[in-house]
């Protein structure tokens, strides 16, 4: 994607105005990390938007709210009261990339490779949505199809609210890669709510080795109800293979990929585990 021309409007109303005149012709330009992998040979005009003050985390009640345009490392050192965004953004890319890159960025378009959408889902995240007035969209639903069809009118992201993890709940995620700095051969994440030891209700979802992240409802259905044991989460990581399309690349069949997704459902449930009973770092 080409520039030709940046804005650097003075509020939220003003870079909806912009993007509402300039139609096709503008776009939204958070972090920039992005350009590099979008198509298009037609110069655009970018309304940025990193001077809106949309750079922020705060704890507001039962959510943190993350400004859009808050950068992955701010993000990856944030700390709160039972806060577990930290350990997928540490995973993604360089520091570097890192350093530019926003929350705003990797979630209105969802490339292959994006982790935060999978973290999203599974945490049942809030994405508020600014279209003269904010208003907020599930996970499920923003993530139903590719969310750039929600900012196609000159509407933007403004935050994401997580709710704050309640005590007996449990987060854990997986980052399978080639090397450190690689995009993702396989991202899991997983939410379970534990009571006396039994998982009452669970949330799985995962990206990269799917044609867009999912929820994985027959792994969270055969968690709910059984006892949060090794066995218990062995079996839900089986029924994966009947859960999504799983696809092959990059020199890996489709079954390896399942395979390697069975691994890591197994891994993010025992981390997810360990995390609701207090014991993870
Ligand atoms: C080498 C490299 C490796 C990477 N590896 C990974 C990886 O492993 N995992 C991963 O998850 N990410 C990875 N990323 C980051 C990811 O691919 C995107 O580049 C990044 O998330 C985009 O964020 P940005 O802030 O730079 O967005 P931008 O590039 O500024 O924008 C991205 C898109 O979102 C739109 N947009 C941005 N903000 C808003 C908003 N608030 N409202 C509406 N629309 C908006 C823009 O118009 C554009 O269409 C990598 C990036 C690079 C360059």
């Given at each position: 994607m080409k520039l030709s021309e940046f804005i650097r409007p003075d509020s939220l109303a003003a870079a909806r105005k912009a993007l509402r005149e300039l139609g096709p012709k503008g776009m939204v330009l958070a972090g920039g990390t992005a350009l590099h992998f979008m198509q298009g040979k037609t110069p655009v005009t970018a309304v940025d938007i990193?001077?809106?003050?949309?750079?922020y985390i705060k704890q507001k009640g039962d959510f943190f709210v993350i400004g859009a345009a808050t950068p992955l490392s701010d993000i990856q050192r944030y700390r709160g009261p039972?806060?577990?965004?930290h350990e997928i953004c540490r995973r993604i890319s360089t520091h570097q990339i890192r350093n530019v890159s926003t929350i705003g960025g990797n979630i209105a378009r969802v490339f292959p490779w994006a982790d935060l959408p999978v973290v999203l889902l599974a945490m049942d995240a809030r994405m508020v949505v600014y279209s003269g007035k904010e208003k907020e969209i599930p996970a499920d639903e923003y993530f139903a199809s590719q969310p750039a069809r929600l900012f196609?009118?000159?509407?933007?992201?403004?935050a994401v609210k997580i709710p704050v993890l309640k005590a007996h709940h449990g987060f854990g995620s997986v980052k399978a890669t080639r090397n450190a700095a690689a995009f993702s051969l396989a991202t899991i994440a997983a939410l379970l709510e534990l009571k006396d030891g039994v998982i009452k209700s669970a949330r799985v979802a995962a990206g990269s080795a799917i044609p867009f992240p999912q929820r994985l409802k027959p792994v969270e259905a055969a968690l709910v109800g059984k006892e949060a044991s090794t066995e218990t989460f062995k079996a839900a990581a089986a029924a994966s293979a009947a859960a999504a399309k799983w696809v092959g690349g990059e020199g890996m069949s489709a079954d390896y990929v399942r395979q390697l997704a069975e691994v890591s459902i197994f891994d993010a449930l025992e981390r997810a585990a360990e995390f609701a009973r207090g014991r993870a770092e």
């Open positions: 990193t001077g809106l003050g949309l750079s039972r806060w577990a965004m196609r009118g000159g509407d933007l992201l403004t």
